[in-house]
């Protein structure tokens, strides 16, 4: 059985861990800043079982059991995890919809709830009253036809707006509720107020263009440019395409779709006559969303705007691209978004830059190319190694070889021969897909301490996740508990821009990195400045790369000393430089 993440908030935000735990632990007695009492899992005389209602997670220093409230109840009751959420979500008062009893009445009333919805903020946009909106949208460049067509919204600036008028009884209240369209409101008991407030609507069908959820985009002043209706039975992002249900026909007729970022940009294509247009919900592409594209046609180009954020998503849909037989293809504009460019340069103009779309080896390689003036000749011949390293096939990487070599126009032998020796001598290059590749003892010393520590302060500092979301490419980790948890922590982070730690139980119900977050979290901790803390365990790691770096080069030196020997020296010589640049940095700052 499925439930959402945002049924697990809901639950969660309703119930506190310490309450429930003292129905099965009647010791338990509040000391400083946590609770502390008789384990339940194992027999014992003195306390050491403790539950932290900060983090709202227990843990026994006898057994080593821990986790959150969850956990606790699958633990204590002997459920299994689905079924200790529905314990715990009778306790809080929530409803859990069983898909098993086929609640049909209920997937009625989503639809139902859903449609109406769209309907008050469509009607809202046309009246006097939505003018702000209205007016917003239209000066991007939407055409009347469009808000028509994808009956786009506008959400006003009330609070009750949508609570008023849709909710007509209190199942009406819960499912809307679990939908994510309006909350229970903190301070008046029995009140909810909308989610969606002062925001642009999109409205998103599936498949057969029923409406199954919405995307908002701010025009007040909200951080949070973008919001989305909260996963459920009828929602569920990764298998749903926003445009699908009216690009459908065309893409099956053209065998061609093409992959754009936002919902604008949908609108914005189909506006100027490009229909085989569609875009995944505020995410990179799913391998699910590709699999259901697969079924309407063979050519999928993804289509980026000319920014970083861009980019990465294109990292991510490459690495899925390898998974499929389809026939993937990426483009770049060279200004703006796909809305922006198509609207201002027109159809045709749009539509050369789809057909100058690259192969994903291609891509990756103008993309190494675009910063050769910044890591140099030799620093972009490993880099390029590193991407045909990834090709499966000997041709193709013989091919890549001879491309390579006239693109920085070295000689194209010593450049097959580099190849080889670094092939050879390969320490680690992590693959972008964070395959485990081959990992020095060293490093896993070195490195793997680093995240592990790095995991530990997180732990206990939960915001710093939003600083190592940037600063670390969480994929490209060998050490797979630290990656697992970081990449969990990072998505949990990533969705909604908050991160409460004791939401990671919810995905290691067991095995090493639980046992691993258990320890992290209870241990004894005490940091003064965790800023400078981070800085420390970041600047370690970024100097150990360089030592690294500086390492393959020497070795390269040695095996091959011929053609590119000045091109590595000089390498070298920059990277000692920035080393020491870090480490008088790392001295001022700690000292
Ligand atoms: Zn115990």
Redesign the pocket.
């Given at each position: 059985m499925y439930i959402p993440p945002e049924t697990l908030d809901l639950i969660r935000s309703k119930v506190a861990i310490q309450d429930i735990v003292k129905r099965y632990v009647p010791s338990l007695k509040k000391r400083g800043k946590n609770y502390t009492g008789l384990?339940p899992?194992?027999k014992?005389k003195t306390p050491?079982?403790s539950v932290s209602p900060d983090k709202q997670i227990f843990y026994?220093f006898?057994?080593h059991?821990g986790g959150n409230i969850f956990t606790f109840i699958s633990k204590i009751e002997r459920l299994d995890f689905p079924e200790s959420v529905k314990f715990v979500a009778d306790i809080a008062g929530v409803p859990i919809i069983s898909e098993k009893r086929g609640d049909t009445d209920a997937l009625e009333a989503f639809h139902r709830l859903n449609r109406g919805a769209m309907e008050m903020y469509h009607a809202y946009i046309k009246s006097p009253a939505g003018k702000k909106g209205l007016g917003y949208i239209a000066s991007r460049g939407v055409t009347e036809a469009s808000i028509r067509d994808f009956a786009i919204g506008y959400a006003p600036d009330s609070w009750d707006y949508l609570a008023r008028g849709l909710i007509k009884s209190e199942r009406d209240r819960e499912y809307a509720e679990s939908m994510g369209l309006i909350k229970r409101s903190q301070k008046r008991a029995n009140s909810h107020y909308d989610v969606f407030r002062n925001r642009i609507i999109f409205p998103i069908s599936d498949i057969n263009g029923r409406v199954v959820g919405f995307g908002g985009r701010t025009i007040g002043d909200d951080p949070r440019k973008y919001i989305n209706s909260s996963e459920s039975q009828v929602f569920k992002k990764r298998n749903i395409l926003y445009g699908l249900n009216r690009a459908r026909e065309s893409i099956k007729e053209l065998n061609r779709a093409i992959v754009v970022e936002g919902y604008l940009d949908v609108i914005g294509c189909h506006q100027a006559g490009i229909t085989n247009v569609i875009a995944p919900l505020g995410t990179a592409i799913t391998a699910d969303q590709i699999r259901l594209l697969g079924h309407y046609c063979t050519e999928i180009i993804f289509l980026f705007d000319a920014d970083s954020a861009g980019l990465k998503a294109a990292a991510r849909s490459l690495d899925l691209s390898e998974e499929t037989n389809l026939n993937i293809r990426i483009g770049m504009l060279p200004q703006g978004d796909p809305f922006d460019y198509v609207t201002t340069k027109g159809p045709r103009e749009f539509m050369a830059v789809v057909d100058t779309s690259l192969r994903p080896t291609d891509f990756r390689i103008a993309r190494v190319m675009d910063d050769f003036s910044a890591a140099g000749r030799a620093g972009t011949l490993l880099r390029l190694f590193a991407v045909i390293r990834d090709l499966k096939l000997e041709t193709e990487r013989s091919e890549y070889l001879k491309k390579i070599s006239a693109l920085l126009n070295v000689d194209e032998n010593s450049v097959r021969a580099d190849f080889k020796n670094y092939m050879t001598n390969q320490q680690p290059v992590p693959a972008t897909s964070g395959r485990p590749g081959p990992v020095s003892s060293e490093q896993v010393d070195v490195v793997t301490r680093g995240y592990r520590d790095l995991i530990r302060l997180i732990c206990h500092h939960p915001e710093l996740i939003s600083k190592a979301a940037i600063d670390f490419t969480i994929g490209e980790i060998q050490d797979q508990l630290a990656r697992n948890i970081l990449w969990k922590m990072t998505e949990l982070y990533n969705e909604n821009r908050e991160f409460s730690i004791d939401k990671i139980f919810d995905f290691f119900t067991s095995g090493p990195e639980m046992d691993f977050l258990n320890q992290a979290m209870n241990d004894e901790f005490l940091i003064e400045n965790p800023g400078s803390a981070y800085t420390e365990i970041y600047l370690k790691m970024k100097v150990y790369e360089i030592d690294d770096k500086i390492n393959r080069y020497d070795a390269l030196l040695k095996s091959s000393p011929g053609v590119n020997s000045n091109i590595y020296l000089t390498e070298i010589e920059v990277l000692r430089r920035e080393k020491e640049k870090l480490l008088n940095f790392v001295y001022n700052k700690v000292s």
């Open positions: 384990c899992f194992h014992e050491s079982f026994c006898g057994c059991t």
